[in-house]
């Protein structure tokens, strides 16, 4: 059975935590994928200890930094502070016992060389693969952001297939403006899907507005759910409570939550 999601309201945090435990959700926290944050001492351990006072729901994941972040970087400096990046958000999430930290893929879609994708997968596979290891209590999901095609994602995927706590955050969403021929997205990487990101659009643009309120086919993502994906961990990745509020009622109303 899914395990549903919900952004918290650091500033609201009372409501936010009513709802989840309404509807028996979990949290995503998205207070430290800033740079500003991670490296605001100060701010970090109050948001952390703050949230460590409250009774939040048993199952936590986080989103890990992703500005500018190039693990796979042909330049030493940028792929050095980009580690740091990851291993300062994985630092947090430990403190913070969430289940599991979401990361981007950040390759530019439209360098198809051959050089260029070998280095992504090559890269990451090692990186990815100590963070994994280093971090053996939490999960780790690499998520579609700008991807076209599902191809590179799935490709790294399937390297990292003997490492357990590793997966594919598919974000729903991105594929529909980005990646248009959904059929094909899932076909690819369905098999390494332990996690998604929902939320709608125009088709065109990440809008991230409530579900419903945009032109994605709901009624398809159910078929795919239903097929794939019941046993993934699944953010209504919308930020505010009347959106969070539309978008559980729309998931009921066709029979997914």
């Known amino acids: 059975m899914s395990k549903f999601l919900i952004i918290p309201e650091f500033d609201n945090i009372e409501e936010s935590i009513s709802l989840a435990n309404k509807y028996n959700l979990g949290f995503e926290y998205n207070d430290f994928f800033t740079p500003n944050m991670l490296d605001d001492e100060a701010s970090l351990e109050a948001r952390i200890n703050a949230y460590k006072k409250l009774n939040l729901p048993d199952y936590c994941t986080m989103h890990g930094d992703f500005f500018d972040v190039l693990v796979f970087s042909d330049d030493r400096l940028i792929r050095k502070a980009s580690e740091k990046r990851v291993y300062q958000s994985m630092e947090v999430a430990k403190r913070l016992g969430v289940k ?27 990186f990815w693969k100590r963070v994994c290891y280093d971090y053996p209590e939490m999960e780790v999901y690499m ?34 403006a980005f990646g248009k021929d959904m059929p094909h997205w899932i076909e690819m990487l369905a098999p390494y899907v332990k996690h998604l990101h929902i939320n709608d659009n125009d088709l065109k643009d990440d809008l991230h507005l ?8 709901w009624l398809e993502f159910k078929k795919y759910y239903e097929q794939y994906f019941t046993e993934c961990s699944i953010l209504i990745e919308v930020n505010g409570l009347e959106k969070q509020r539309k978008s559980i009622n729309y998931l009921q109303k066709i029979g997914i939550l």
């Not at 409530?210 to 086919?217: P, R, S, T, V, Y």
């Open 210 to 217: 409530a579900i419903g309120d945009g032109n994605i086919d």
């Open 143 to 176: 998520e579609n952001m700008f991807d076209t095609e599902p191809e590179l994602l799935a490709r790294l995927a399937n390297s990292m297939s003997e490492v357990n706590n590793f997966g594919v955050c598919l974000d729903y969403a991105h594929a529909s």
């Open 100 to 126: 599991g930290v979401i990361f981007h893929t950040n390759h530019t879609s439209f360098i198809k060389t051959e050089t260029y994708c070998n280095n992504f997968i090559e890269s990451n596979y090692i």
